[in-house]
Structure formats: structure tokens, C-alpha cells
């Protein structure tokens, strides 16, 4: 089956102020569209072709040479932007509770440091990237990557990640990313982030 754009689980004004109505609607109908257009057509006839991204991007040394550059772009887009949409939400922010509120503190040392730590990472991320949040197998880890390189290319499970590619935020930012960065918490869904956590330990 080929990928396919999810919706948002909430309106597109519903982020506003953090993130607002235009960048939702240009980002998740323009730019993700367009990763999963490109995504399809470069599977379309592999044996890739109906496999989960996932699936696809734990084995991208194994995509066809001539295919693997566009199928690491916009597959990766695509999942990098699935977990995106799914990670936000109105009435957000505060802090992570339970297991997973104990796994940052143990791999971290506290909540701040770990912010502090993940918004580092985003705001030196040279041009266009991703910050992120992994489980790794054994543990949490945080690191950036550029372009649409995701976490499963690593075999990691991406918990939590913040989109610094300048679409996602310069409406509003311009080119003040570190101010994105920091009032982007005040939108993640801890339930949800905590639901990846505990799939990703499964």
C-alpha cells in the first residue's frame, strides 16, 4: 500500500501561537505531501513498494543505489513528519510523568538538562534537520540529524522530535530558531510521547 499523508489529529489553527494556521496548512498538505508523492514514486515497482516505512528506512543500505538518495529524503520525511504531527497537541507542554519522566532523569540528570540539551542540539544543527529523542535499545539518547535522515536509519525509535527546517517555523520565527525551539514545548503531548516510549521498550 502506498504511504499516505495522515491527518492532523486536531485543527490547524489549534497550535496557535507557538505554531500558527498558515505554516500547519503549508507544511502538513505542501511539504509532507510531497515527501510521500516522491516516496511512492521512488518505490513504486521495488520489492520495497507496500512495505511500512519503517520497514523501509531500517534497510535503506539495501534500497537499490539508484533509488536510495530519494528514498532516504522523502521516506524519511514522511515518517520524520507522521511522528511530528502525532507528538503535538492543543493544551500541551509541562513535563513528561511516570517511566518515562524517570528515564529522562536517569539518562539526562533532570527534565531542564535534557531540554536544554535537545534545543542545543536543534538550534547547532547546521541548515535543515531534526532533533530528537530515541530510544536506542537500551536507553534514551538525544543527537540531531540533518535533512530527513530519521532515527530508524540508525535502528533507533524516534520518541520525540522537533522539525528545524526553517518551513516549519519561519513564518512566525523568521530566523530565530533558538525562540521556535524554545516555545515548541509548550505544544508536545506528553501522553502521546509517553505511548511511543512505551511501544518503543516493547
Do not use: C
Not at 490547524?12 to 498558515?22: H, K, M, N, Q, V
Amino acid at each position: 500500500m502506498a504511504f499516505e499523508v495522515p491527518p492532523l489529529p486536531y485543527a490547524y489553527d489549534a497550535l496557535a501561537p507557538t505554531i500558527d494556521e498558515e505554516t500547519m496548512h503549508l507544511h502538513h498538505d505542501k511539504h509532507h505531501q510531497a515527501y510521500v508523492d516522491n516516496a511512492n514514486k521512488a518505490l513504486d515497482g521495488t520489492e520495497w513498494d507496500g512495505k511500512s516505512v519503517e520497514e523501509v528506512l531500517r534497510a535503506i543500505d539495501r534500497v537499490p543505489e539508484d533509488k536510495r538518495g530519494a528514498v532516504r529524503n522523502n521516506a524519511g520525511g514522511h515518517a520524520n513528519h507522521s511522528l511530528f504531527w502525532q507528538i503535538m497537541g492543543p493544551g500541551g507542554g509541562g513535563e513528561p510523568s511516570g517511566d518515562l519522566a524517570d528515564a529522562v532523569a536517569q539518562a539526562f540528570g533532570s527534565f531542564d538538562d535534557f531540554k536544554q540539551k535537545f534545543n542545543a542540539n536543534g538550534a547547532g544543527q547546521f541548515g535543515s534537520g531534526w532533533t530528537w529523542l530515541v530510544w536506542n535499545g537500551s536507553g534514551l539518547e538525544a543527537y540531531s540529524t540533518p535533512n530527513q535522515d530519521s532515527p530508524y536509519m540508525k535502528g533507533h525509535v524516534p520518541i520525540l522530535g522537533n522539525d528545524v527546517w526553517e518551513h516549519a517555523y519561519y513564518l512566525t520565527y523568521r530566523n530565530r530558531r533558538p525562540e521556535y525551539l524554545g516555545a515548541w514545548w509548550d505544544v508536545v503531548d506528553w501522553d502521546a510521547v509517553s505511548q511511543r516510549y512505551d511501544r518503543a521498550r516493547s
